[in-house]
């Protein structure tokens, strides 16, 4: 596993046409959005006419999110995607033949109209966007995916607002008729991108659609808040947008006025921000190592808080230079703290948000992924709303300047941050485990995502070695595992607290405690009847002298209570954790100091699935042994 990386998806058709006509899309709206403030300003319109336009295209843009994003789910869960892209890429080659027209007739109210169409245009996309990920890529390119989609659109976004701004700048008088060609000429190449995108089947073809826009809407808000996870991932998927908004809407007047530089020297600090986002969301696959590792969430979340505080204290003040371009601002004392602090605050929001939508798609039902992501887009649209209206309160009614909007947001974000992680502790979990099993090991998976099951029920049987072998398995399984575990190590301190956040199942010999034991066998059952991942230990307890033990009759007991359907069994092995933190090599005293082999290299292997029906403890136990070798 450790041998891919999510640039090999870049030479794959089922997601390189996507990936062009999602970058497309966004490069176009940007060059349309940015090439029109141009147009106004190369045409000396009066100041008025330039700031109603201010004023009503952002409202004009997201006004449909709201009316249309619930239409716009059912219709994605309902029609095979890759048509439905086709059909929305057309949509796109006709409105911006209408916003050719504005631009070429210098006609400010058709161009405002094709703006609220480019709207209603996405808001139809933006389901079909995030729902086609999960049906063409398997569990463990979830995330390096949508990295990747985050870093096309960021790089998109900003180079699309960059060739927009300079479209009169560089053809002068015949900028309209650049323009006019430019964003046609998009269009017609996303849709021929479109043509190529694989048939992705419908989420649910039978759906009835519901035409009125009000009750859908509450009905796709309350079908997202069904899972607790899925529903905190997507308030801070929107909470990422509110960050977004508030930044980069104060970064045109934070460069003029607290950076001394020109207007352009805008362009250069969203450049970092941008930059910081697509390294960031790129970073998301090495640092899970390919599997939806919401452990990264909280990370980022500090990341973010911790720049946009120093953010702050870099310049807190007015610039006392003005009209700096990019290479004297770069001379100045403090610059660099500066630069550093936008691309880490892009960084750590790419960290932050690239996560949450690989759970959103991991744990919701293909039937409902589409209008979940119309549930997710209404949001958005309000807490982008909330954003604009806050800000410009800030500043017109408590006069706040904008390095103390800087302040306040990242308080605000550490509120939220703490708000997220206490309601649905899975993510402060995730984060503890990854950040224990990251520190203390490597880990070298084989035949992870071979063998592995991407969907459905599966029992995976194990060595056990260590206090740490579930943290570590669970760091290399893409899908969740409950994992069952003797009920002295589930209650360890500190990581009981884990391991029950993580629901696994505690269990105890007959003798000890047979309710127990019958509890466990119960939760297991359920378990894989809900089609879920189970691991167990099948030796009973952590080896003593690194040799494995004989495997129970405890596993043959799981499959008798599951004979239809048939639950595949997948062997593992762990090998090398013998030697390193947390086995019973050591004394209890050995274990606390730090090991003789801290950053061991942990091997987790996995053999194809046998049929739960035909195999047994005996037979599991030699193949588990096989695959561990030597290797204790």
């Not at 053809?171 to 046609?184: D, E, N, Q, R, W």
């Not at 700096?324 to 770069?330: A, Q, V």
């Not at 047979?514 to 378990?527: G, V, Y």
């Amino acid at each position: 596993m450790s041998g891919h990386n999510q640039f090999a998806l870049l030479r794959q058709r089922r997601f390189l046409p996507f990936f062009v006509v999602q970058a497309l899309g966004a490069f176009n709206d940007n060059v349309y959005r940015q090439a029109i403030i141009s147009m106004l300003l190369f045409m000396a319109v009066p100041e008025e006419e330039l700031g109603l336009y201010a004023t009503l295209a952002p409202a004009i843009f997201i006004l449909p999110y709201f009316l249309f994003s619930a239409l716009a789910g059912q219709i994605a869960d309902k029609l095979e995607k890759s048509r439905l892209i086709v059909i929305t890429t057309t949509m796109e080659i006709v409105i911006m033949s209408l916003a050719a027209t504005g631009f070429l007739t210098q006609s400010l109210p058709v161009l405002l109209v094709a703006l609220f169409c480019t709207g209603m245009q996405s808001t139809l996309f933006g389901p079909v966007k995030y729902s086609v990920l999960p049906s063409v890529l398997r569990p463990e390119e979830l995330t390096g995916g949508n990295g990747l989609v985050e870093m096309g659109t960021s790089m998109s976004i900003l180079s699309g607002m960059i060739v927009g701004g300079l479209v009169f700048t560089v053809a002068g008088s015949h900028g309209t008729v650049v323009a006019a060609c430019a964003i046609i000429a998009l269009a017609i190449c996303g849709n021929i991108a479109a043509r190529l995108i694989p048939k992705v089947d419908a989420g649910d073809p039978n759906l009835k659609i519901n035409w009125n826009p009000l009750p859908e809407s509450l009905a796709v808000l309350r079908m997202a808040r069904q899972q607790k996870a899925v529903r905190n991932s997507i308030l801070g998927v929107s909470w990422f947008w509110f960050v977004g908004t508030v930044l980069t809407s104060q970064l045109p007047a934070y460069a003029v006025t607290n950076l001394g530089g020109e207007p352009t020297l805008y362009i250069f600090a969203l450049a970092l921000f941008s930059v910081g986002t697509g390294v960031g969301s790129l970073l998301c696959e090495k640092l899970s190592a390919r599997t939806v590792e919401i452990g990264l969430v909280p990370l980022g979340a500090f990341g973010m808080t911790a720049f946009l505080l120093d953010l702050y204290f870099a310049r807190s003040g007015e610039a006392t230079v003005h009209g700096l371009t990019i290479g004297p601002f770069l001379q100045q004392p403090g610059s660099i703290r500066i630069v550093i602090d936008l691309i880490g605050i892009g960084l750590f929001t790419g960290i932050f948000v690239v996560p949450l939508f690989a759970l959103i798609q991991s744990r919701t039902p293909k039937a409902q992924m589409s209008r979940v992501f119309a549930a997710l887009n209404i949001q958005n649209s309000g807490f982008i709303v909330a954003a604009a209206l806050l800000s410009l309160a800030a500043h017109k009614l408590l006069h706040w300047t904008i390095p103390q909007q800087f302040l306040a947001l990242a308080i605000a974000n550490a509120l939220v941050a703490i708000y997220i992680f206490t309601i649905v502790p899975e993510f402060l979990m995730r984060f503890l485990s990854w950040l224990m099993v990251r520190t203390l090991y490597r880990l070298r998976p084989h035949g992870i995502e071979a063998n592995v099951p991407d969907e459905g029920a599966a029992l995976l049987v194990c060595n056990h070695v260590s206090y740490m072998d579930a943290l570590i398995l669970s760091a290399t399984i893409p899908r969740p595992v409950r994992f069952v575990m003797y009920y002295k190590i589930f209650n360890i301190p500190v990581m009981r607290w884990i391991f029950r956040t993580a629901k696994a199942i505690p269990i105890a010999g007959a003798r000890e405690d047979p309710a127990l034991m019958q509890r466990a066998f119960d939760e297991i059952d359920a378990a894989l009847a809900e089609g879920e991942l189970v691991c167990i230990f099948p030796e009973g307890a952590l080896t003593r002298d690194g040799q494995m033990a004989p495997f129970k009759s405890g596993v043959e007991k799981i499959l008798e209570r599951r004979p239809v359907p048939v639950v595949p069994v997948v062997p593992m092995a762990l090998r090398g954790m013998w030697s390193s933190m947390w086995s019973r090599r050591d004394s209890r005293l050995g274990r606390m100091r730090v090991p003789r082999r801290f950053r061991a290299t942990v091997e987790v292997v996995a053999a194809p699935a046998v049929d739960g029906h035909t195999t047994s403890a005996p037979v599991l136990e030699a193949q588990v042994r096989a695959l561990r070798g030597d290797h204790a």
